[in-house]
């Protein structure tokens, strides 16, 4: 499936707030489709604080870190000037899955689905070598 590239104004505005989290392999595929070395491409990302998710058995919260496109001047490292994802076609799971149009019950389905891959080992293991984000501020946790 191709993604094409939008650029209205509540598809962005996420992209101006706090772009999408990655799941394991996003990153490989950004830093392919920048024609980057992994580990070259790991200065377009910072380790940010992640998401609070709560044990549906014991009603214990926890967060589980997260690796997210950095914030420069307010906007996610990929838009480019006219609002475009230089990436949107493998774009990461927290941007190309997630919207302002779904329901609270189907974001709460995928964010649950997210926080259960980002507590893959080696998803931390990279998180741990990437530095805090500066910006980064969820709502509503």
Do not use: N
Not at 35 to 43: H, M, N
Not at 44 to 62: E, I, K, P
């Amino acid at each position: 499936m191709t993604r094409t590239s939008c650029a209205c104004t509540a598809c962005v505005a996420c992209c101006h707030r706090q772009p999408g989290p990655l799941v394991p392999g996003d990153l490989e595929k950004i830093a392919a489709h920048l024609g980057e070395p992994v580990e070259v491409a790991k200065a377009h990302f910072w380790a940010s604080g992640g998401a609070l998710v709560q044990d549906q058995r014991t009603g214990r919260q926890f967060r589980i870190g997260s690796i997210t496109p950095r914030l420069v001047r307010g906007r996610c490292v990929f838009l480019d000037d006219a609002d475009r994802c230089r990436v949107h076609a493998v774009a990461p799971f927290g941007c190309a899955y997630f919207d302002t149009h779904m329901s609270a019950a189907e974001g709460q389905r995928r964010g649950t689905w997210l926080a259960l891959q980002q507590q893959d080992d080696d998803y931390q293991a990279v998180r741990r070598t990437l530095p805090f984000a500066t910006s980064y501020k969820p709502k509503g946790y």
